[in-house]
């Protein structure tokens, strides 16, 4: 190949790269994985287990060893099967550091509280606050590892090949990892049940799997009526069989002795009998609390975390009411009429983390600021917003503290009380506003979550797990209500339920009394009593909940005048409703009980994981030292060997043979990793290889790589000599040799915002190889063979450097963002035998003024700049790939378009669309097709998407200008339209009819092609 097909390829290649606009482009847009801090890791070993840990969270990881040892010995004997070699649990402090971590490619959300990858088998998860969630996070987890082990090979072999149930739907592997982890009693997944229930919206078997059935609640209710209709141990062998429900459901169901159909129905026959039980049963409340934001009033589907102000007119919640991310909104408290939004984490990703999930805004005294828990910069931070404007008044940095949840203010506004993680365990903290001082109140290993002023000051309510949990047995208890004296640091329960979790203790004015959520009898419900203690009084009565997303959510706030406002889960979201004081009406609750809790199918308690799970003795190591840990080596291991091919046969060149052979290294952590790839393709000439390292353990991630890389064409040839009576056949192999290397960096300012440096070098070599038999002139006698090889050209040295800064906040639709913004701004150089500046400025927004309909804008410049701007050996950059403009492109040219042109010269059309440099401005309006019918945005099964469009692009040189800088170079225009489908979730296509107005056939052109909108 000579030096000219190669330039061009190579620009061919990188056209392609700048029209590339979704996640498969990471180089070019993407959003960034920022490592805020570089742990330092050490491993503690157990029988079973290597932890890697911190030495801030020693105290921790040596109770997740512990747990991690019963988890196994548990599971073990359910599944009759030890997990084969040693089992790595990377443990983080927080969650904040556990969204840092390499070990899991890609952005980590905040509704991941655990991950286990398959091919080191590795278990990643952050400690949560309480021991029930830890151990819960951490048994589901290891139940991963137990069916990758089941149905994948041997993790020590890195054979590269995925376990098998991978394949299977999401339903069945969390919904089993769900079962055996908590059991068949669950508040949060009996109160889904009871919801879709009373909807008359229960699903079947065969559609668990669609997006509206969350597959954690969904398959743990599945899995916990198979183990009371058939035994635990069907769950068991199960997973042992091939049968995948994705494909296989009657299969599946066979084994069972039964089919589909009638599975479901008896599974709907036993969910509805317990939602009626629970119906005539429940508890005669006769409260009247009013409606205030739910997803029919213009609220999303998720209305959480609500603080209600001061006076009661206002009331803070998180919501993804605007579809792209979850903000901070306040709504009128009467009328639910949204005032105002707080925050725009969508276009402007101010703060990493709000802690929707697990945390709740606290107002001011005097209701003019809000105060929130967050992450920045991947510390945690909290932040005074002014609720009359949304403007952050100032972030109190908690650099001390790991993470930070359930803010309140003093009586006197003048400091913060909040829980605070530090080392993965969670403790009480007073922030001083005056100057940002942090004084720890508790300090041991119990949980304690909400905290509340009393009304004088003197005392935090709170709730803990310290009066229910054993630490020496990791027995986890649920939450209890307590209360710190700021005099004497001394903690006290206050007598609430013997059972259940005690939630968001709210005081009253007076100072008398705490309402707070509890669910003693299996459904959370809002209870009031004296705070000296007493007999509780019960509120409400909510046939589902009163609850937020996670099982320790803040689902209830209450006003100085005694208004309630709290969330309410129901049409398998959350609304927000409110309870005032002349609505009320407080009875004696009922007796206690469990039935509401326990998942339909059994009549009482019990199965072999219940009995597992109730037994925390065995398997349990004992207490032992804090651990020493070994330092953490950082060595690679080989994660997979890509297959070897070998090839060989007779071809008109000769016999040849070929092959190749690649393989992945990377450390535990996935900070290094070292990929290797050789290939050989007949003789060391066509030996080529690629070495590549990346390090990603500091926050300036970089990469290195060494590649010779050969490419070879070869034909034959003939050329008869009449006068010697001789012909000549030639076996003719032109090389070029690209040898080199390259270093690039990258430093991320955010998740959205980062700064690439690169630099590379590269010598191309071209030269031709001919192995010439000369033979008797029509005859196959030989008369001798010759072997040549010669250069075609001089070496072409060349090296590059650029640097570019880019954003993306873009959130994506099926075929193409949605929302949002992209922009690169790059400068490169190239020198050596070939000198330019390239420039590159790609700027790209996307609105939404109307749901469904995305407004798309582009505005892209690329240039090549300099004395070789124009080399006759880099090919021209081309306007009508349908990535840039529609309607132009290769190949739907004809020959009489070219002949109304000058005569002689180049076909006109062309000249304005090949040059070396080039801009484009693009429109599209973008909507989802099955989102059109509802005014939504919504794909339903189908990701089909209409787009309307408008192109334009221009294309000079340094010796042709465009026409409005006195040049004749003018722009080429369509308009048009397209349909996007993106096939199997994996391959976006584009089907576009477009009408071109610079061409001298000016009809219809159709186009289809594998591309991703801009």
């Given at each position: 190949?000579?030096?000219?097909?190669?330039?061009?390829?190579?620009?061919?290649?990188?056209?392609?790269?700048?029209?590339?606009?979704?996640?498969?482009?990471?180089?070019?847009?993407?959003r960034?994985?920022?490592?805020?801090?570089?742990?330092?890791?050490?491993?503690?070993?157990t029988?079973?287990?290597?932890?890697?840990?911190?030495?801030?969270?020693?105290e921790?990881a040596?109770?997740?060893?512990?747990?991690?040892?019963?988890?196994?010995?548990r599971?073990?004997?359910?599944?009759?099967h030890?997990?084969?070699?040693r089992?790595?649990?990377i443990?983080?402090?927080?969650?904040a550091?556990?969204?840092?971590?390499?070990?899991?490619?890609?952005?980590?959300?905040?509704?991941?509280?655990?991950v286990t990858e398959?091919?080191?088998?590795?278990?990643v998860?952050p400690?949560?606050?309480?021991?029930?969630?830890?151990?819960?996070?951490?048994?589901?987890?290891?139940?991963?590892?137990?069916?990758?082990?089941?149905?994948?090979?041997?993790?020590?072999d890195?054979?590269?090949?995925?376990?098998?149930?991978?394949?299977?739907?999401?339903w069945?592997?969390?919904g089993?990892?769900?079962?055996l982890?908590?059991?068949p009693?669950?508040?949060?997944?009996?109160?889904?049940?009871?919801?879709?229930?009373?909807?008359?919206?229960?699903?079947?078997?065969?559609?668990?799997?669609?997006?509206?059935?969350?597959?954690?609640?969904?398959?743990?209710?599945?899995?916990?009526f198979?183990?009371?209709?058939?035994?635990?141990?069907?769950?068991?062998?199960?997973?042992r069989?091939a049968?995948?429900?994705?494909?296989?459901?009657?299969?599946?169901?066979?084994?069972?002795?039964?089919?589909p159909?009638?599975?479901?129905?008896?599974?709907?026959?036993?969910?509805?009998?317990?939602?009626?039980?629970?119906a005539?049963?429940?508890?005669?409340?006769?409260?009247?609390?009013?409606h205030?934001i739910?997803?029919?009033t213009?609220?999303?589907?998720?209305?959480?975390?609500?603080r209600?102000?001061?006076?009661g007119?206002?009331?803070a919640?998180?919501s993804?009411?605007?579809?792209?991310?979850v903000?901070l909104?306040?709504?009128?408290?009467?009328?639910?009429?949204?005032?105002?939004?707080?925050t725009?984490?969508?276009s402007?990703?101010?703060?990493?983390?709000?802690?929707?999930?697990?945390?709740a805004?606290?107002?001011?005294?005097?209701?003019?600021?809000?105060?929130?828990?967050?992450v920045?910069?991947?510390?945690?931070?909290?932040?005074?917003?002014?609720t009359t404007?949304?403007?952050?008044?100032r972030?109190?940095?908690l650099?001390?503290?790991?993470?930070?949840?359930?803010?309140?203010?003093?009586?006197?506004?003048r400091?913060?009380?909040?829980?605070?993680?530090?080392g993965?365990?969670?403790?009480?903290y007073?922030?001083?506003l005056?100057?940002?001082?942090?004084e720890?109140?508790?300090?041991?290993?119990?949980?304690?979550f909400e905290?509340?002023?009393?009304p004088?000051?003197?005392?935090i309510?709170?709730?803990?797990?310290?009066?229910?949990?054993?630490?020496?047995?990791?027995e986890p208890?649920p939450?209890?209500?307590?209360r710190?004296?700021l005099?004497t640091?001394?903690?006290?329960?206050?007598a609430?339920?013997?059972?259940?979790?005690?939630?968001?203790?709210?005081?009253?004015?007076d100072?008398r009394?705490?309402?707070?959520?509890?669910d003693?009898?299996g459904?959370?419900?809002i209870y009031?009593?004296?705070?000296?203690g007493g007999?509780?009084?019960?509120?409400?009565?909510?046939?589902?909940?009163v609850?937020?997303?996670?099982?320790?959510?803040?689902?209830?706030?209450?006003a100085?005048t005694?208004?309630?406002?709290?969330?309410?889960f129901?049409?398998?979201?959350h609304?927000?409703?409110?309870?005032?004081?002349?609505?009320?009406?407080a009875i004696?609750?009922?007796?206690v009980?469990d039935?509401?809790?326990l998942?339909?199918?059994?009549?009482?308690v019990?199965?072999?994981?219940?009995a597992?799970?109730s037994?925390?003795?065995?398997?349990?190591p004992?207490?032992?030292?804090?651990?020493?840990?070994?330092?953490?080596g950082?060595?690679?291991?080989?994660?997979?060997?890509?297959q070897?091919?070998?090839?060989g046969?007779?071809?008109?060149?000769?016999?040849?043979?070929?092959?190749?052979?690649?393989?992945?290294f990377?450390?535990m952590?996935?900070?290094?990793?070292?990929?290797?790839?050789?290939?050989?393709?007949?003789t060391?000439?066509d030996?080529?290889?690629?070495?590549?390292?990346v390090?990603?353990?500091h926050r300036w991630n970089?990469?290195?790589?060494?590649?010779a890389?050969?490419?070879t064409?070869g034909y034959?040839?003939?050329?008869?000599?009449p006068?010697a009576?001789?012909t000549?056949?030639?076996?003719?192999?032109e090389r070029?040799?690209?040898?080199?290397?390259?270093?690039?960096?990258?430093?991320?300012?955010?998740?959205?915002?980062?700064?690439?440096?690169?630099?590379?070098?590269?010598?191309i070599?071209?030269?031709?190889?001919?192995?010439?038999?000369?033979?008797?002139?029509?005859?196959?006698?030989?008369?001798e063979?010759?072997?040549?090889v010669?250069?075609?050209g001089?070496?072409?040295?060349?090296?590059?450097?650029?640097?570019?800064i880019?954003?993306?906040?873009?959130?994506?639709?099926?075929?193409?963002?949605?929302?949002?913004a992209?922009?690169?701004?790059e400068?490169?150089r190239?020198?050596?035998?070939?000198?330019?500046?390239?420039?590159?400025a790609d700027?790209?927004?996307?609105?939404?003024?109307?749901?469904p309909?995305?407004?798309?804008?582009?505005?892209?410049?690329y240039?090549?700049?300099?004395?070789d701007?124009?080399h006759d050996?880099?090919?021209?950059?081309?306007?009508?790939?349908?990535?840039?403009?529609?309607?132009y492109?290769?190949?739907t040219?004809?020959?009489a378009?070219?002949?109304r042109?000058?005569?002689g010269?180049?076909?006109?059309v062309?000249?304005n669309?090949?040059?070396?440099?080039m801009?484009?401005?693009n429109?599209?309006l973008?909507?989802?097709?099955?989102?059109?019918?509802?005014?939504?945005?919504?794909?339903?099964?189908v990701?089909?998407d209409?787009?309307?469009?408008?192109?334009?692009?221009?294309?000079?040189?340094?010796?042709?200008?465009?026409?409005?800088?006195?040049?004749?170079?003018?722009?080429?225009?369509?308009?048009?339209?397209?349909?996007?489908?993106?096939?199997?979730?994996?391959?976006?296509?584009?089907?576009?009819?477009s009408?071109?107005f610079?061409?001298?056939?000016?009809?219809?052109?159709?186009?289809?092609?594998?591309?991703?909108?801009?």
């Amino acid at each position: 190949m000579n030096a000219c097909r190669l330039l061009r390829v190579v620009a061919i290649v990188l056209v392609a790269w700048l029209a590339a606009p979704g996640p498969a482009a990471a180089q070019y847009f993407g959003r960034n994985k920022v490592q805020y801090r570089s742990f330092d890791f050490r491993i503690l070993q157990t029988e079973r287990f290597d932890i890697y840990y911190y030495p801030e969270e020693a105290e921790a990881a040596a109770l997740v060893a512990r747990m991690a040892e019963r988890w196994h010995d548990r599971l073990s004997r359910f599944f009759g099967h030890e997990l084969r070699g040693r089992q790595p649990i990377i443990l983080y402090a927080a969650p904040a550091h556990f969204r840092q971590t390499n070990t899991i490619d890609g952005l980590i959300g905040e509704g991941t509280g655990g991950v286990t990858e398959a091919i080191k088998r590795r278990i990643v998860l952050p400690m949560t606050g309480s021991l029930a969630d830890t151990d819960h996070v951490l048994g589901h987890e290891i139940v991963h590892a137990f069916q990758f082990d089941l149905t994948g090979d041997d993790p020590r072999d890195r054979t590269g090949l995925l376990p098998g149930i991978l394949a299977f739907p999401l339903w069945y592997v969390e919904g089993m990892a769900e079962y055996l982890s908590l059991g068949p009693v669950d508040s949060q997944t009996a109160m889904w049940l009871r919801d879709a229930a009373l909807r008359e919206q229960l699903p079947h078997i065969r559609d668990l799997h669609r997006y509206e059935y969350f597959p954690y609640r969904w398959g743990h209710a599945f899995w916990a009526f198979i183990g009371a209709r058939y035994g635990d141990r069907a769950v068991a062998s199960l997973i042992r069989s091939a049968a995948n429900p994705q494909v296989d459901l009657e299969g599946m169901t066979a084994q069972l002795g039964t089919d589909p159909d009638s599975l479901t129905a008896e599974w709907h026959a036993a969910i509805l009998a317990r939602t009626r039980e629970l119906a005539d049963n429940g508890s005669p409340v006769t409260s009247v609390p009013r409606h205030v934001i739910g997803r029919d009033t213009g609220g999303g589907r998720y209305n959480v975390g609500p603080r209600v102000s001061p006076d009661g007119r206002l009331v803070a919640f998180f919501s993804e009411r605007d579809r792209f991310a979850v903000d901070l909104f306040i709504a009128d408290a009467e009328t639910g009429a949204i005032v105002r939004r707080l925050t725009t984490s969508a276009s402007d990703p101010h703060f990493d983390s709000l802690q929707f999930l697990s945390s709740a805004g606290a107002w001011s005294p005097d209701g003019r600021l809000l105060a929130i828990a967050a992450v920045r910069a991947g510390r945690p931070v909290l932040a005074l917003i002014d609720t009359t404007n949304g403007r952050i008044r100032r972030e109190v940095r908690l650099p001390d503290l790991d993470d930070v949840l359930h803010p309140a203010f003093a009586p006197d506004g003048r400091s913060i009380v909040l829980s605070g993680n530090r080392g993965g365990l969670v403790d009480l903290y007073r922030v001083r506003l005056d100057d940002g001082t942090v004084e720890q109140l508790t300090d041991d290993v119990y949980a304690d979550f909400e905290p509340t002023f009393t009304p004088d000051g003197t005392t935090i309510v709170f709730v803990t797990e310290r009066f229910s949990t054993d630490v020496e047995r990791l027995e986890p208890g649920p939450l209890r209500l307590a209360r710190l004296d700021l005099a004497t640091r001394q903690v006290r329960p206050i007598a609430g339920f013997l059972t259940g979790r005690h939630l968001s203790p709210q005081v009253s004015a007076d100072g008398r009394t705490i309402t707070f959520v509890a669910d003693p009898d299996g459904i959370s419900n809002i209870y009031r009593m004296p705070i000296d203690g007493g007999p509780p009084e019960q509120l409400l009565s909510a046939a589902t909940g009163v609850a937020g997303i996670t099982t320790t959510s803040p689902a209830l706030s209450m006003a100085q005048t005694g208004r309630l406002v709290f969330s309410v889960f129901e049409n398998a979201g959350h609304s927000l409703y409110r309870l005032d004081p002349a609505d009320t009406v407080a009875i004696v609750p009922q007796p206690v009980s469990d039935t509401a809790a326990l998942l339909p199918g059994r009549a009482a308690v019990g199965g072999d994981v219940y009995a597992l799970l109730s037994n925390v003795d065995r398997g349990l190591p004992p207490v032992a030292p804090l651990p020493e840990g070994e330092p953490y080596g950082r060595n690679l291991s080989l994660d997979f060997l890509g297959q070897p091919t070998i090839s060989g046969g007779m071809t008109s060149l000769g016999p040849r043979v070929s092959g190749g052979i690649s393989a992945f290294f990377s450390d535990m952590l996935g900070d290094r990793a070292l990929g290797v790839q050789a290939q050989i393709g007949g003789t060391l000439a066509d030996f080529g290889g690629q070495l590549v390292y990346v390090n990603r353990r500091h926050r300036w991630n970089w990469a290195a790589a060494a590649a010779a890389i050969p490419t070879t064409i070869g034909y034959l040839s003939r050329r008869d000599d009449p006068e010697a009576g001789q012909t000549h056949v030639s076996a003719v192999i032109e090389r070029q040799q690209a040898r080199g290397g390259f270093l690039t960096a990258f430093y991320p300012f955010s998740t959205s915002t980062r700064l690439e440096l690169s630099a590379a070098g590269e010598a191309i070599s071209f030269s031709r190889e001919m192995r010439t038999s000369t033979y008797v002139a029509g005859t196959r006698t030989p008369v001798e063979q010759r072997r040549d090889v010669e250069s075609l050209g001089p070496t072409l040295w060349l090296g590059s450097g650029s640097a570019a800064i880019v954003r993306d906040t873009a959130l994506f639709g099926a075929t193409h963002p949605i929302f949002g913004a992209r922009s690169r701004f790059e400068i490169g150089r190239t020198g050596g035998t070939i000198n330019y500046t390239s420039v590159l400025a790609d700027w790209r927004r996307y609105y939404m003024p109307v749901r469904p309909w995305t407004i798309a804008v582009r505005a892209l410049h690329y240039g090549r700049y300099g004395r070789d701007a124009e080399h006759d050996q880099i090919v021209s950059l081309y306007a009508g790939y349908p990535e840039f403009v529609h309607g132009y492109g290769i190949g739907t040219f004809t020959a009489a378009e070219c002949l109304r042109g000058v005569a002689g010269a180049e076909c006109d059309v062309f000249a304005n669309l090949l040059g070396s440099r080039m801009a484009v401005v693009n429109l599209e309006l973008r909507a989802p097709v099955p989102g059109l019918f509802r005014g939504e945005l919504e794909y339903g099964r189908v990701p089909l998407d209409l787009v309307l469009f408008a192109d334009a692009g221009l294309t000079w040189t340094s010796d042709e200008l465009p026409a409005f800088a006195g040049g004749t170079r003018h722009p080429v225009r369509s308009v048009g339209g397209a349909v996007r489908i993106n096939v199997f979730g994996l391959l976006p296509v584009e089907l576009a009819v477009s009408h071109p107005f610079d061409r001298a056939e000016r009809g219809v052109r159709w186009q289809v092609g594998i591309r991703q909108g801009f």
